[in-house]
């Protein structure tokens, strides 16, 4: 089974009323990345709270995609702390590889195994990386599986499926680790229109059950229903960020308004 946080839901729908009592699971201070002498991160501050969703939003090359990479260790910062639970996250005084386990990532592509099943492709990380016995994992991935509606396509292979249930196989397979927090990097970018709400109603799903969630989206309307907060990235900095119901209604810096005026027409 997935152990999610419990969430108390505010009378208007997704926004959370609880996640201010609660602590936050992850802590960023300056961060900084570079790409030789190019600058993709700038002095990054950033708290997120346990069953929370906070939405990145900005214009490509921005820093978003980067910032989950580093929040992952997919990318090493140049400098700054990343803390979860209150722990400093070093490559020198840490496994990286089991510190990735506490975080799932969803890409845009989703790099399913084409030669594994749908099932198979939902158990190898847990039987492989985490020793689960298979019977337990089986039993685990049907019920994955099932969460995201596609039960009856476990013992298909990937080649059958469409865009969108791939992507929810991905988000399966996230999940089959019990992650503490997920990240989706643009997970509806690569989808055909008529796909994107599939994904995005299995990420509500998500929402709903109060798992933590940082989500790089050019999905406005979702970030408004179900975020509790949005960043808007700029030039590698954090512009503004706010609770999602100001961010869109009264936008502060008008390097914000200006981004909200072009995407929302």
């Known amino acids: 089974m997935i152990i999610v946080p419990e969430c108390v839901n505010s009378c208007s729908g997704f926004l959370k009323g609880a996640v201010n009592a609660l602590a936050n699971i992850l802590e960023v201070r300056g961060l900084a990345k570079s790409f030789g002498h190019t600058s ?10 346990e069953g929370s969703v906070l939405c990145l939003i900005g214009a490509s090359g ?7 990479r580093c929040l992952n260790f997919l990318e090493l910062k140049d400098s700054g702390t990343i803390r979860i639970r209150g722990e400093a996250i070093e ?7 089991k510190i990735r386990q506490k975080m799932g990532m969803v890409f845009q592509h989703f790099y399913l195994f084409p030669h594994k099943t749908v099932l198979e492709n939902v158990i190898e990380a847990p039987i492989q990386v985490k020793g689960k016995n298979k019977d337990d994992a089986v039993n685990e991935g049907n ?7 596609l039960a009856e396509k476990a013992d298909e292979y990937p080649s059958t ?20 927090i ?18 995005l109603e299995t990420m509500k799903d998500l929402a709903r059950e109060g798992m933590t969630m940082i989500v790089v ?16 990235m700029h030039n590698g900095e954090i512009i503004e960020r706010n609770d999602s119901a100001t961010f869109f209604a009264s936008p502060k810096e008008e390097r914000t308004k200006e981004f909200l ?3 929302l027409t």
Do not use: C, W
């Open 143 to 149: 019920m994955l599986l099932e969460k995201v509606g």
């Open 91 to 97: 490559a020198k005084t840490h496994n990286l590889n």
């Open 40 to 49: 993709v991160l700038n002095n990054i501050d950033l708290d997120v709270q």
């Open 217 to 232: 989206t050019h999905e406005m309307g979702f970030a408004k229903e179900v975020a509790d907060e949005t960043m808007y």
């Open 261 to 263: 005026s072009k995407v």
């Open 182 to 199: 997920m990240l989706f990097d643009e997970p509806t970018s690569a989808l055909d229109p008529e796909l994107v709400g599939e994904v």
């Open 62 to 68: 921005s820093g978003k995609s980067t910032l989950l």
């Open 161 to 180: 499926l469409s865009g969108g249930q791939k992507q929810r196989v991905a988000i399966a397979r996230a999940l089959a680790m019990q992650p503490e």
